[in-house]
């Protein structure tokens, strides 16, 4: 099993709140990575870091921002929630192969 | 066009039977192909890394071919537990996914 966390598991908020994510990995990992999934859709990269300081924006636009003070922690956080925000918010970090967090699913009212 | 193509299915098949699927990717460059699977509402796990010799793993076989530029997933015996998304997934720089194609193992 992979040691990747993510809280809070699920997350229902109301428009124009401030919300941060957590995702938190104890491998070791250079890389880490978000994605957002809607249910039966693909993922679509928002956002990915290869190592402390470094953060790159993903193939998809997100509104969101990310952060990388240490080496196990990438949080994302929204300034201002949407209902458009609503989604499954999926952490991973790799070396080659990628593991997943279980996810937070996010609902805004 | 997409860097990671697949077939979505559903592919739907009788319990015991046999189901391969292909997913083709566009960079000739890509390094190491992996195949995912993602149940109903939980995250992608890794269920095996592709190898360019072809690789099995119990009733799971993958194969590479580079110069049509595809990798194969076969499930053999097919279970009820086999039913999920199964995402291709090509690693040249970065990683990218395969939007996945969806297996409904029936009893």
């Known amino acids: 099993e992979a040691d990747i966390y993510q809280t809070p598991r699920y997350l229902v908020i109301g428009t124009g709140k401030k919300i941060t994510l957590e995702c938190s990995q104890t491998?070791?990992?250079?890389?880490m990575y978000w994605y957002q999934q809607d249910p039966g859709m693909e993922l679509h990269l928002i956002h990915y870091?290869?190592?402390?300081?470094?953060?790159e924006k993903g193939d998809l636009s997100s509104e969101s921002t990310v952060s990388r003070i240490r080496t196990e922690h990438f949080p994302l956080t929204l300034e201002s929630a949407r209902p458009s925000h609503t989604s499954q918010y999926l952490c991973?970090?790799?070396?080659?192969?990628?593991?997943f967090g279980p996810g937070t699913r996010l609902t805004v009212l | 066009r997409k860097e990671v193509e697949q077939d979505p299915g559903p592919f739907n098949v009788p319990e015991g039977a046999t189901v391969a699927f292909n997913c083709t990717y566009s960079?000739?460059?890509?390094?190491?192909f992996f195949w995912y699977r993602q149940d109903c509402r939980k995250e992608p796990k890794l269920l095996m890394s592709?190898?360019?010799s072809g690789n099995e793993d119990g009733r799971f076989t993958a194969q590479l071919n580079r110069a049509s530029q595809y990798i194969s997933l076969l499930i053999r015996d097919s279970k009820l537990s086999d039913s999920a998304t199964y995402l291709c997934?090509?690693?040249?720089?970065?990683?990218?996914f395969g939007a996945g194609t969806t297996v409904t193992v029936r009893a």
């Open positions: 991973a970090s790799s070396e080659d192969t990628q593991y």
């Open positions: 960079n000739s460059a890509s390094q190491s």
């Open positions: 592709v190898y360019s």
């Open positions: 870091s290869y190592g402390v300081n470094s953060t």
């Open positions: 491998m070791g990992h250079d890389k």
């Open positions: 997934v090509v690693n040249d720089y970065k990683l990218s």
